[in-house]
């Protein structure tokens, strides 16, 4: 069977390892023709393809190669935007005959916002993790003179890092050997912007558009958060040695807002073993069954808006995370980590486990079964 595919490739987004992944694995089911990197992606003219195409929906739910067209049109969505979603899904009706997402929340959006149109496929494809990459190891271990939190995600306010920093600054208040480690490198300005609507840090626009001046307003933010937390700020770090920079982590923190998706890097930590705290009122909920109630963060939905000069625009419903929980799942954490009594460690094992039945080749599986009963 003929499929091909226009997915995102690259090594420094979850979008782009996705489709990297995807593409690789859809060629153990199906003959494979990548067109990611072809003149046909970049050219002006309209492309009609007479077998299955995969490509990725933008925000927008227009596809990313708008020129690219098939008659058995097969999208991949990871939408957080609610209400701009349900603004935008005429665009998906037009374009797509099948739409898969990336967490049964999402799903469940969609298929809310298409109504009554029932000739559009819709499904679940959970993204894979790389056990062979993320793995725990002894020989990366953790300081033991510091309890060491890690926190991943492009820096935003929907992953929640202003959470993160106020949470552990609560913590360091009353004990002095708590570190961050936050790999929040971010390439979309915009995305960073957001941060501006946090209610839990003081976050000043970069004075040029660059990671190392994003970085700077970064680290201003941990300081006046907190001046006694130790704080280690990643660089953009390849993609292969993030597994080892979270080993040396006793734990993860992922209060994140909203996920369409399952959140590629909280996956990985969890690969490795790491126990996490996580909230788990959207995407989540597909990888954190396994979580027990203290690790698992309650939130309640909130609008989130943009502003735009003097208007202020809605754009989505999301998930406000629970401060306090927050709080009080890390005090948790950290007297386990102080007495060694077994909690985080049992949690870790667990974490591993479950991350096993997820691979890239059975999310590659659930775009070739789709395409097989088009």
């Known amino acids: 069977m003929k499929i091909f595919t226009a997915l995102p490739n690259s090594s420094d987004t979850g979008w782009g390892l996705a489709g990297t992944q995807i593409t690789a694995k859809l060629k153990h089911f199906a003959d494979i023709s990548d067109l990611s990197c072809k003149p046909e992606t970049m050219s002006d003219c309209t492309v009609h393809l007479d077998s299955p195409l995969v490509q990725a929906i933008g925000n927008d739910l227009l596809p990313m190669h708008k020129n ?30 099948a739409v898969l997402c990336g967490s049964k929340w999402a799903c469940l959006q969609i298929m809310e916002a298409l109504g009554n149109r029932k000739n559009i496929i819709n499904d679940i494809a959970i993204q894979g993790v790389d056990t062979d990459l993320f793995y725990p190891s002894e020989k990366n271990f953790p300081d033991p003179d510091y309890f060491t939190v890690f926190s991943g995600g492009k820096f935003e306010y929907r992953k929640g890092q202003d959470v993160v920093i106020r949470a552990l600054a609560h913590l360091s208040s009353s004990r002095k050997n708590v570190r961050l480690v936050g790999s929040w490198w971010n390439p979309w300005p915009h995305a960073a912007l957001s941060m501006l609507a946090s209610p839990y840090i003081t976050f000043q626009t970069p004075k040029e558009w660059s990671w190392e001046s994003l970085d700077r307003e970064i680290q201003t933010s941990v300081y006046q958060a907190s001046s006694s937390m130790k704080f280690c700020s990643l660089p953009r770090i390849p993609h292969e040695d993030l597994a080892a920079a979270m080993r040396l982590c006793n734990i993860a923190l992922f209060p994140n807002r909203c996920e369409a998706g399952t959140n590629l890097v909280m996956m990985e930590a969890m690969s490795c073993a790491l126990p996490v705290i996580a909230a788990t009122a959207h995407g989540h909920a597909d990888v954190t069954e396994q979580l027990p109630d203290w690790m698992q963060i309650p939130s309640s939905v909130k609008v989130f808006c943009y502003q735009n000069g003097s208007s202020v625009i809605p754009v989505a419903e999301w998930f406000d995370p629970d401060i306090d929980a927050t709080v009080a799942a890390l005090e948790v954490a950290y007297e386990d980590w102080k007495s060694g009594s077994g909690k985080l460690k049992d949690a870790g094992k667990k974490n591993r ?8 080749e059975k999310c590659a599986e659930s775009f070739f079964r789709v395409a097989e009963s088009m």
């Open 68 to 97: 690219l067209s098939s008659s058995k049109h097969i999208g991949y969505c990871f939408h957080e935007y609610s209400i701009l979603m349900c603004q935008s899904i005429d665009n998906l009706a037009k374009h797509f005959h």
């Open 353 to 360: 486990q479950a991350m096993k039945k997820f691979t890239w």
